[in-house]
């Protein structure tokens, strides 16, 4: 339910002003990870709210729940929640990082999450890779920007194209009703805007992000390898 939500203000997504030609017309798949295991997380309680909106906007999302999620080398990479984060990475074509600031940074069970991210998998399959992403951060105290700033970092570093726009909610207690949600405002507005960025970098990235990622170095080292392959052939 969209309460909060002027819906004549927020109209659907002009997608064919930024498809791509061949794009696979699906709608866009949007994975959400939040950062607290509290039973009242206000991260999760963003990141639910973020959903809501991605959804009236034509995307299908999904949740990753990181409760039992093992600490990076702490376990097997088949561990089934690690097999879960993964799948659910390469199924998306776009993340909302939604993270508590603890500390001045993001949480550890954030940062796990992210860790448990490989930049590529068996099959050159690479879950993050020319995605896009939105980060998204709440606050106990007073407003701050240390953790979508660290948060960027790691899009940046794990090859995601992070979106200009970004949410920060500060005293989040305080912000969201009863109900879990979050009324009608600045901090409503800004999530708002966030999710709209995302879903129109979404659809403009997507169908493109081969082409975008296609780096020089990779091809170099490409051709090295297939006349490596040649050499041995001819021995």
Known sequence: MLSSLQADALPQIDTDQL????DPGHK????????????????????????????????ETRMFDPTGLPLPDG????H????????????????????PERHGAMTAVMKAQIDWLPLSLKGGIRPTQGKTLAVMQVSGGSQSFNAVNQM??????MRMVTIPNQ???PKAWLEFDDAGQLPAGP?????????????????????????????Y????????????????KSL
Request: overall charge positive; glycine content about 6%; charged content about 30%.
């Open 80 to 99: 089934p929640k690690v097999q879960e984060l993964r799948d659910l990475a390469v199924w998306s074509e776009g993340m909302v990082w939604s993270s």
């Open 217 to 232: 170095s990779e091809r170099v080292e490409s051709a090295e390898e297939v006349h490596k392959r040649v050499s041995l």
């Open 19 to 22: 498809r791509a030609e061949g």
């Open 187 to 215: 901090f409503y507005n800004r999530v708002v805007d966030v999710m709209e960025e995302l879903v129109k970098f979404t659809w403009l990235v997507r169908g493109r992000a081969d082409y975008l990622v296609d780096r």
């Open 75 to 78: 376990a097997d990479a088949d």
């Open 28 to 59: 866009p798949r949007i994975l959400l990870l939040y950062g607290s295991l509290r039973d009242v997380s206000y991260s999760r309680k963003a990141a639910v709210e973020a959903a809501r909106i991605l959804r009236h906007l034509g995307c």
């Open 152 to 157: 960027r970092i790691l899009g940046r570093w």
């Open 167 to 169: 949410s920060s909610i």
